[in-house]
Nanobody, 115 residues
């Protein structure tokens, strides 16, 4: 299993960013996946699950309507579109697939929201 996140960077408050997760080594289109983030000095926070067919939701009211997970099963790629970003969204963003003990993780991509 290999997951490679990309697309992070520095964005101003109120801005938008889309991060991606390229997957390989498993049958991508049958797995439920998740986006998870870790802010500086804090624990892991589950951001958005997405089922194999592309249906997604957000775990927190604070992100509903701002964050949207999607996937392209033909490209084995997961996406997280983030709009109206806030400084508290600053974190390393990871994708996760429930394979193996504790799931499998990528190396993460840093998103920094700052003016």
């Amino acid at each position: 299993v290999q997951l490679v996140e990309s697309g992070g960077g520095l964005v101003q408050p109120g801005g938008s960013l889309r991060v991606s997760c390229a997957a390989s080594g498993f049958t991508f289109n049958i797995y439920y996946m998740s986006w998870v983030r870790q802010a500086p000095g804090k624990g892991l926070e589950w951001v958005s699950p997405i089922n194999s067919g592309g249906g997604s939701s957000s775990y927190a009211d604070s992100r509903k309507g701002r964050f949207t997970a999607s996937r392209d099963n033909a490209k084995n790629t997961l996406y997280l579109q983030m709009n109206s970003l806030k400084p508290e969204d600053t974190a390393v963003y990871y994708c996760n697939v429930p394979i193996g003990v504790g799931g499998s993780w990528g190396q993460g991509t840093q998103v920094t929201v700052s003016s």
